[in-house]
């Protein structure tokens, strides 16, 4: 094991900590500082999968039971599992080694998950999950039955615990307070829209949760003392900070603002409705603009549009029409933002006129000085749209798109979304039909990790 590791106990925690998804891996981090295993546990992060399967080895080794974490979002699925492959193969065979599965993708697609030679799957918010799980693991407790948790039996019957644990984000730090690890903060969780193409409400429940402006400035106070200059926000959608519905309390938005630029360093900077979080389009004004003005170092904002299609906007319940898409940029470029504007093509029922209407918008906006954020639609686990078409997009929308580049107003992926939404469509669910049990009680320890489709390996349990 790395010098970094903590002392080693019975077990060893390795995470997968793939570019894509650190943020995940920090949560599972900053959670088990709050709630702790009783007896030591070995954490190391697995940078490449060569890293990975070095740590892995080295703890099976040394006696210990390993404990491998992987997070990772839908379009990431396929690159994952591929990883997973060559762990296992660099694997000791019979070695207690359990695979861990969590993230948006493993909570929608469990059955598809664990098929796939994850061990464990956390289903929905995994803090919890993940930190009771490492301490069964570390102290020989049983871990079927924990709730959140996920796993096949011999047969490849899918067996589910209780639902997992919700706390409050004030509950857990947005990043690990003693490792040297940092992320943007996650001041909302959840999402009231439920749009028809989006995992986050569908993960989280339709509802929003808010990290308290306290908490908040306990994360940034940390930062400070790390010299980091720069503080980000995730959210769903910025302007619904301190709101427990579509209202916008601006009242609430600038009480996190300024208690933020308290704990700045000097020349220290907020970015605010800028990546990774957006603005919806109808929360817009010129007393929201202005307020974000007087703090935010950000000269450009994400706004969501989606659609020029008003029939495309009320299928995908984005519960805003056109026109507030045009005076949502109007009123940006006047107060001295730059919008970015996300459109998604594609979207199931898109017709050819819905798709020139799209165009229409998109060369409106840019007219006005936006850019525009292309994508194409992918039928996401998880939402109400998993089912439908991969999105492409159509020969006018290329044709559209050419000319936005060649002015320089559209970025994105969305030619690698195509490919993407095409490759989720084949790997859809096999889930329906198949057997469920959800175990009420946990199992008793059999000292030697479960055993599972696989046979003995030490099958036991996994976070996101």
């Known amino acids: 094991m790395s010098a970094t590791a903590e002392r080693a106990g019975e077990l060893a925690v390795v995470l997968r900590y793939r570019r894509t998804n650190t943020y995940g891996q920090h949560v599972c981090l900053a959670a088990l500082e709050v709630e702790p295993p009783p007896v030591p546990v070995a954490v190391e992060l697995g940078r490449t999968v060569e890293q990975t399967i070095e740590q892995v080895n080295a703890a099976v080794a040394a006696g ?8 990772f979002y839908s379009p990431d699925f396929v690159a994952a599992t591929e990883e997973l492959a060559q762990v296992r193969a660099a694997t000791r065979p019979g070695a207690r080694v359990l695979h861990l599965a969590g993230g948006v993708h493993a909570t929608a697609e469990p059955l598809v998950t664990l098929r796939a030679g994850f061990d464990l799957v956390a289903v929905g918010e995994g803090e919890h999950t993940f930190t009771a799980l490492v301490g069964a693991l570390a102290t020989g407790e049983p871990w079927r039955g924990l709730p959140g948790l996920a ?52 993960m989280f429940r339709a509802r929003f949760r808010h990290r308290s402006v306290a908490s908040v400035r306990e994360q940034v106070r940390v930062m400070r003392e790390r010299r980091l200059r720069d503080v980000r926000f995730i959210t769903p959608t910025s302007l619904s900070y301190g709101s427990p519905d579509e209202t916008v309390h601006l009242d609430a938005v600038e009480e996190l603002l300024a208690g933020v630029r308290e704990e700045l360093l000097p020349g220290g900077r907020i970015f605010f409705g800028s990546f990774p979080s957006e603005v919806r389009p109808e ?21 969501g549009g989606q659609s020029g299609s008003a029939e495309v906007l009320r299928r995908a319940h984005r519960g805003h029409g056109v026109e507030v898409v045009e005076q949502a940029v109007r009123l940006a470029v006047q107060e001295g933002f730059t919008p970015n504007v996300d459109f998604i093509f594609g979207m199931p029922g898109e017709e050819q ?10 060369e409106r906006l840019a007219d006005l000085g936006a850019r525009i954020h292309a994508h194409t639609f992918m039928p996401l686990p998880g939402t109400p749209w998993r089912d439908e078409r991969p999105g492409q997009v159509s020969p006018v929308s290329l044709l559209a798109l050419d000319r936005l580049i060649s002015r320089g107003r559209v970025y994105g992926p969305w030619q690698r979304q195509e490919e993407i939404a095409a490759g989720l469509a084949s790997a859809r669910s096999v889930e329906k039909g198949y057997r469920v049990r959800r175990t009420r009680a946990r199992s008793k320890p059999d000292g030697s990790g479960s055993v599972d489709r696989t046979g003995e390996r030490g099958t036991d349990g996994a976070q996101g």
């Open 151 to 202: 796993y096949l039996d011999e047969a490849g019957t899918l067996h589910k615990g209780p639902p997992a644990h919700a706390r409050e984000l004030d509950h857990y730090p947005a990043f690990p307070h003693r490792r040297n690890l940092t992320n943007p903060i996650e001041i909302t969780r959840g999402c009231v829209y439920a749009c028809q193409f989006c995992q986050t409400p569908f």
């Open 64 to 71: 210990q039971r390993v404990l491998v974490v992987w997070s």
């Open 283 to 303: 929360h817009v004004s010129v007393e929201a603009l202005r307020l974000l003005k007087r703090y935010v170092a950000n000269d450009n904002l994400i706004i």
């Open 353 to 362: 006129d819905d798709a020139l209407a799209t165009i229409a918008l998109a």
